[in-house]
């Protein structure tokens, strides 16, 4: 039994081995009850004047079950957020939050952190929150400007 659902474990462990599958309903409590809201953070690092430009594109790694997708979605309706995460489970709940908060403009998706499906430069903004320690040394790609995901990935490590 692993504990994580790590980029790069695919072909090792089964994600329903994960203690994020098997004990799902758990990290979704912590995740939603318990563990620091950090939207407030996340929102002054990403858009200091505190608004967002239309069609701006937002990819959240590792989103779980959707807690900050879903926060940005809804408080910037004219951007475009993609959850990415390797757990059914999470996403699954993930899912039924978006269509419980009707948001047209916020998805989810299962895929690896690291092989993203989407072509670099698809995304204006990477939220990796509670990911840092996976990607320690390691370059991303994808967002639109070039600079890849880890600028400002240190502002939301826990």
């Not at 081995?17 to 318990?34: D, G, N, P, T, V």
């Not at 997708?69 to 990415?84: N, T």
Request: charged share 25%; aromatic share 10%.
């Amino acid at each position: 039994m692993r504990l994580d659902c790590r980029p790069g474990d695919e072909a090792t462990v089964a994600p329903e081995q994960s203690l994020f599958e098997q004990f799902a309903w758990l990290y979704i409590f912590c995740r939603e009850k318990l563990f620091r809201d950090d939207t407030n953070r996340i929102i002054s690092a990403l858009w200091p004047g505190g608004a967002a430009t239309l069609g701006q594109a937002l990819i959240e790694l590792g989103c779980g079950p959707g807690f900050y997708s879903c926060r940005l979605a809804k408080r910037f309706q004219e951007i475009k957020v993609l959850g990415v995460d390797r757990c059914p489970s999470q996403l699954n709940r993930a899912r039924q939050k978006a269509k419980s908060l009707c948001l047209q403009n916020c998805g989810f998706e299962k895929g690896n952190a690291l092989q993203l499906a989407h072509r670099d430069g698809s995304f204006d903004m990477v939220v990796a929150s509670r990911l840092f320690h996976y990607f320690a040394g390691r370059s991303t790609r994808g967002r639109r400007d070039g600079s890849g995901a880890s600028a400002r990935w240190s502002l939301f490590r826990c």
